[in-house]
């Protein structure tokens, strides 16, 4: 083939890595091409995490050797041979107008802004036609979503799940009823770990970096050395095979326990019983539909809990897919939305993990060191902070997409900005998730280690958590008696004292102005 005349030029994104994607439907080696970028713009665009910039570059790299294996043109540009100032828009246009292109084909982008960036590129090259495919490793499309939310009042992703699953007839009986008669377990899957903890718990898949994703490891290093995060414990799929192999060891080791703990909490122990194969589902590493099948297989077959392959699936089939509907379907206002009115600055300790308050600690500091945490210290330890303090939900989001290696926009800035800051005003939530330091203390035992009290909300000891709750509540106590879920809540507010609040405002105002932490008992004599 000609380079320089090319009738299909596919462009594969880092998140768009699957070897069967919609773009093998009528390519031809002799006449189509693949095209793939590595621009450091995409890395600077948040301040990203080391291992989200390498599991991106490495799983980029693999992509590419396995396709030219293949005997498929990949027109490939690496960052070492791009200048600084280069986008993938601008590439992308420079490759264009280099060569004879008859048609650009693209899967969609996860995220707005690169799909409205790229049609630009290709519309600014002249005669070039370009094909938006849907993304087929998803169960539904943006176009289903709409279709469904369709004069709806409210969103509500568990009417959502269950209609996915009776289309895709999952975890159901022969008469199209679900299985044991009840479409969702949550109930069962909020245990704690207790006193005695989790014990000895079964050591997660862990890739041996080859060759390629060693010097992804050194070009990190080099270029974003001041990047926040490290690369020593690095410990992510990269390959398909590898994103298999993560699947299976889960199911094998620990999906069984997974449902029952999904929700609960431990001193440094960042996995638990948790799946961690969200990365490679979101770079399209890993089949959705076949974690879905295996974790089915599991219960009907080999007698996992049911209540643990339900709530396995539902965050797969339930969330993920509903997630990625209401981005699609509310972007690009979606962005700006910020329903609290919060203009808080993050806290600086967001970025260090440095702060006396251990749960923040735990979950920050295994941020930096994993790239990692699980949903419930990301929306009830993280997250929840940033919307008691009156946090920018845009800084909350901008901070999740940086530090999480599995972080792609469509299912980071619903769950960011939506469900854990209440900025949507409801879209993803009916009400906020807002919980003091009780609930912490209920969820694991990072209280044990620290020195504020969860129970009390005034005091040199009185955890931030549980003032910033209340002071939350009293701020917003006119907009949330307007949600018949905030009731109760909003009247425990009520029956405070006019010098409880008057304290309480007081100390979270310290707090606020002392940069999201309270200040040490020495500065306040």
């Known amino acids: 083939m000609n380079e320089m005349e090319i009738r299909r030029l596919v462009v594969v994104l880092g998140d768009q890595l699957d070897s069967k994607a919609a773009w093998r439907d009528g390519f031809d080696p002799s006449k189509d091409a693949l095209w793939m970028a590595e621009v450091g713009s995409e890395a600077n665009h948040v301040w990203s995490h080391k291992q989200r910039i390498a599991v991106f570059l490495a799983a980029m790299r693999h992509f590419r050797q396995a396709r030219e294996e293949e005997q498929i043109k990949v027109h490939y540009t690496q960052l070492e041979e791009t200048d600084p100032r280069n986008t993938l828009a601008s590439l992308l246009k420079r490759f264009l107008d280099e060569n004879e292109v008859e048609t650009v084909q693209m899967v969609r982008p996860g995220e707005w802004r690169v799909l409205n960036d790229l049609e630009k590129a290709v519309e600014g090259s002249g005669g070039t036609g370009l094909e938006i495919l849907e993304d087929q490793t998803f169960f539904s499309t943006p176009d289903f979503f709409a279709e469904w939310a369709e004069g709806r009042k409210e969103l509500t992703m ?23 008669g009840k479409w969702n377990f949550d109930e069962e899957n909020r245990e704690t770990f207790g006193k005695e903890g989790p014990g000895e718990l079964p050591a997660p898949y862990k890739p041996r970096p080859d060759e390629i994703t060693k010097e992804v490891f050194a070009l990190v290093e080099d270029r974003f050395g001041d990047h926040p995060g490290s690369l020593e414990n690095f410990s992510w799929p990269v390959t398909e095979a590898e994103g298999k192999r993560a699947l299976d060891d889960f199911i094998e080791n620990r999906l069984e326990k997974f449902g029952k703990f999904q929700d609960a909490l431990w001193t440094d122990e960042p996995f638990l019983y948790h799946s961690r194969i969200s990365v490679a589902l979101n770079l399209k590493l890993l089949s959705p539909r076949v974690a879905v099948e295996k974790a089915e297989k599991a219960h009907r077959e080999d007698g996992a809990p049911i209540a643990a392959v339900e709530g396995f699936i539902r965050q797969i089939l339930g969330w993920r897919e509903f997630v990625r509907g209401v981005y699609w379907h509310h972007m690009p206002d979606y962005l700006s939305r910020n329903e609290l009115g919060a203009e808080g600055a993050l806290p600086d300790f967001y970025w260090t993990g440095d702060t006396e308050m251990e749960c923040l600690r735990q979950a920050i500091g ?55 800051q209440y900025g949507d005003g409801g879209v993803m939530a009916s009400k906020p998730y807002a919980a003091s330091g009780k609930y912490i203390q209920r969820m694991s035992n990072y209280c044990s280690n620290c020195r504020f009290n969860p129970a009390k909300s005034t005091g040199e000891d009185a955890c931030p958590f549980t003032t910033l709750y209340w002071d939350f509540l009293d701020r917003h106590k006119k907009r949330l008696s307007e949600n018949r879920r905030m009731n109760f809540q909003v009247k425990n ?33």
């Open 366 to 420: 295994q941020t930096l060191e994993h790239g990692y945490a699980h949903h419930i210290q990301r929306l009830m330890i993280t997250g929840l902070y940033a919307l008691l303090l009156g946090v920018r939900p845009q800084e909350v989001h901008e901070w999740y997409l940086a530090v999480y290696v599995d972080a792609v926009e469509w299912v980071e800035l619903p769950n960011t900005l939506g469900m854990s």
């Open 158 to 180: 568990e009417y959502f799940y269950r209609e996915l699953r009776k289309r895709e007839k999952i975890l159901l009986n022969e008469d199209s009823k679900p299985l044991q």
């Open 493 to 525: 507010v009520e029956r405070k004292s006019s010098d409880d609040l008057r304290d309480i405002r007081a100390r979270a105002e310290n707090i606020k102005e002392n940069g999201g932490v309270p200040q040490k008992a020495s500065a306040e004599a």
